[in-house]
């Protein structure tokens, strides 16, 4: 190569540089962050089996908002919150205040949840799993309405410091989940399975300030936030790689989104070294994600949103309900309760459930998918199969957690994720074998595929 050559080359190869900085910079991004640890002890979430409240924490639990604007002007903003769930009754009340206190449409509102086991139980969320006392009750009411307020002021903040940045999303590996569907002659149990399907992708969406310095980083990974099982509030592995993320990289907010970790667990697991062990593996996999080459992210910013009437199996009747009130099993009794309590009211049970599913697409650069509930993670590796690895971002738990959301392959198995932990979220039975197949054929209609 001669050197009028290599000049000519250099000052494409800058101009080239300079205008893709100046295009993906279009992006504007915004953080804000509350904290929502609650002041007074309150039961924890998660597990059927606990007998007190709350003892204290170990680190404070966050409600952490990500705002976007893309070139159009047109705004979107993620919030990924270190709770259990996000519940339907909260989602949609937080959605009606951005709507009407921003005018962000509802497609353009994502809210998540980690599914920490160590958050206080808030309403609506695993409505069978505790009989709570009044006290207890009445502080969970008392918690939920200061969380939607925390949350929007989360969401205020980022709007408030919008800012161009370059965005960049690429893909880090981390090797602690494990399939819990442990495949034995009398069915599925919940243990270890080696031979089990895993998914350890780490995505990771990087927003660089215009002095290059990190502003945030969204990551996720499909893997249940159960290390901890104590009396503590705690982000769990999730709070503690957020916390490894923003040591690292000062003045950057780190957030977790978790991914189709339904049938994932970490291990090994039950002690608090493991879970900070868990969260510095993954913020590693976040690190390594960005020291490799990550791919542009530009705009426009295109999202959508919809709610199918996903399928549950034939309803039980009235004297199979009566039945069911005399268990020995308080949870199934529970659930007959409240079920016939329905049946005197309305005269039926819903046969289907308003199941929400979401696709951001940043032009054609970046989907974010976020589906509801617990989802196995047979959809995310399915879904990246069929739609891209290259370009899938895929997100659970967001914008309600209605139940587990089996596969068609975990219906047909059975085990606690198949149907047996319907009972907690006081759905009547399993969901009907066309799930999987109903909620990737709207992915895919969401996705314009
Ligand atoms: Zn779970």
Same mark, same amino acid.
């Given at each position: 190569?001669?050197?009028s050559?290599?000049?000519?080359?250099a000052t494409?190869?800058?101009?080239?540089?300079?205008a893709?900085l100046?295009?993906?910079?279009?992006?504007?991004v915004?953080?804000?962050?509350?904290?929502?640890?609650?002041?007074k002890?309150?039961?924890?979430?998660?597990y059927?089996?606990?007998?007190a409240?709350?003892?204290?924490?170990v680190?404070?639990?966050w409600?952490?908002?990500?705002?976007?604007?893309?070139?159009t002007?047109a705004?979107?903003?993620?919030?990924t919150t270190?709770?259990?769930?996000?519940p339907a009754?909260?989602?949609?009340?937080?959605?009606?205040?951005?709507?009407e206190?921003w005018?962000?449409?509802?497609e353009r509102?994502?809210?998540?949840?980690?599914h920490?086991?160590?958050?206080?139980?808030?309403?609506?969320g695993?409505?069978?799993?505790?009989?709570?006392d009044?006290?207890?009750?009445?502080?969970v009411?008392?918690?939920?309405?200061?969380?939607?307020?925390?949350?929007?002021?989360?969401?205020e903040q980022?709007?408030?410091?919008l800012?161009?940045?370059?965005?960049?999303?690429?893909?880090?590996?981390?090797?602690?989940?494990?399939n819990?569907?442990?495949?034995?002659?009398?069915g599925?149990?919940?243990?270890?399975?080696?031979?089990?399907?895993?998914?350890?992708?780490?995505?990771?969406?990087?927003?660089?300030?215009?002095d290059?310095s990190p502003?945030?980083?969204?990551?996720?990974?499909?893997?249940?936030?159960?290390t901890l099982?104590?009396?503590?509030?705690?982000?769990?592995?999730?709070?503690?790689?957020?916390?490894?993320?923003?040591?690292?990289?000062p003045?950057?907010t780190?957030?977790f989104?978790?991914g189709c970790?339904?049938?994932?667990?970490?291990?090994?697991?039950? @002690?608090?070294? &493991? /879970?900070e062990?868990?969260?510095?593996?993954?913020?590693?996999?976040? *690190?390594?994600?960005i020291? %490799? #080459?990550?791919?542009?992210?530009?705009?426009?910013l295109?999202?959508?949103?919809? @709610?199918?009437p &996903? /399928?549950?199996?034939?309803?039980?009747?009235?004297d199979?309900?009566? *039945?069911?009130?005399?268990? %020995? #099993?308080?949870?199934?009794a529970?659930?007959a309760?409240a079920?016939?309590?329905?049946l005197d009211?309305?005269?039926?049970l819903?046969?289907?459930y308003?199941?929400?599913?979401?696709?951001w697409?940043?032009?054609d650069?970046?989907?974010?998918?976020?589906l509801?509930?617990?989802?196995?993670?047979?959809?995310?590796?399915?879904?990246?199969?069929?739609?891209?690895?290259e370009?899938?971002?895929?997100?659970?738990?967001?914008?309600?957690?209605?139940?587990?959301?089996p596969?068609l392959?975990?219906l047909r198995?059975?085990?606690?994720?198949?149907a047996?932990?319907?009972?907690?979220?006081?759905?009547y039975?399993?969901w009907?074998?066309a799930v999987?197949?109903?909620i990737?054929?709207?992915?895919h209609?969401?996705?314009?595929?």
């Amino acid at each position: 190569m001669n050197p009028s050559t290599m000049l000519r080359t250099a000052t494409v190869l800058v101009s080239c540089t300079t205008a893709s900085l100046a295009a993906a910079q279009d992006m504007k991004v915004g953080v804000g962050r509350q904290v929502i640890t609650p002041e007074k002890p309150m039961w924890l979430a998660g597990y059927a089996s606990r007998i007190a409240p709350s003892e204290g924490k170990v680190h404070d639990l966050w409600a952490k908002a990500l705002a976007f604007e893309d070139e159009t002007g047109a705004r979107a903003v993620i919030v990924t919150t270190d709770l259990l769930t996000m519940p339907a009754v909260l989602a949609h009340a937080v959605a009606a205040q951005v709507q009407e206190r921003w005018n962000i449409p509802r497609e353009r509102l994502m809210l998540t949840a980690s599914h920490t086991h160590c958050s206080p139980v808030i309403q609506d969320g695993l409505v069978n799993m505790y009989g709570l006392d009044e006290t207890q009750a009445a502080l969970v009411g008392e918690y939920s309405e200061g969380l939607r307020v925390l949350i929007a002021a989360s969401i205020e903040q980022a709007l408030q410091n919008l800012e161009p940045c370059l965005l960049t999303w690429g893909v880090g590996e981390a090797n602690f989940a494990g399939n819990r569907r442990k495949y034995t002659l009398d069915g599925v149990t919940n243990d270890f399975n080696p031979i089990g399907v895993v998914d350890h992708d780490v995505p990771v969406l990087l927003a660089k300030r215009s002095d290059g310095s990190p502003k945030a980083l969204l990551f996720g990974y499909a893997c249940h936030n159960t290390t901890l099982s104590f009396q503590l509030f705690c982000g769990d592995y999730a709070g503690f790689a957020q916390l490894a993320v923003e040591k690292a990289f000062p003045g950057c907010t780190a957030m977790f989104a978790a991914g189709c970790g339904g049938d994932q667990n970490p291990y090994p697991r039950r @002690e608090l070294a &493991l /879970a900070e062990q868990h969260g510095k593996s993954l913020a590693a996999a976040v *690190e390594s994600a960005i020291q %490799a #080459d990550m791919a542009v992210v530009k705009g426009p910013l295109r999202a959508t949103y919809k @709610e199918i009437p &996903l /399928a549950l199996s034939e309803p039980p009747t009235r004297d199979m309900l009566e *039945e069911q009130l005399k268990s %020995a #099993d308080k949870y199934v009794a529970r659930r007959a309760q409240a079920l016939i309590a329905t049946l005197d009211s309305s005269g039926k049970l819903d046969t289907s459930y308003p199941y929400p599913v979401q696709v951001w697409q940043f032009s054609d650069t970046l989907q974010l998918t976020a589906l509801g509930g617990e989802v196995v993670v047979d959809y995310s590796l399915r879904l990246k199969y069929e739609l891209g690895r290259e370009k899938q971002f895929v997100i659970a738990y967001a914008n309600d957690v209605p139940a587990y959301i089996p596969s068609l392959r975990v219906l047909r198995e059975g085990g606690y994720e198949g149907a047996g932990a319907m009972v907690y979220y006081g759905l009547y039975g399993p969901w009907a074998p066309a799930v999987e197949e109903d909620i990737i054929s709207v992915v895919h209609e969401l996705s314009g595929r």
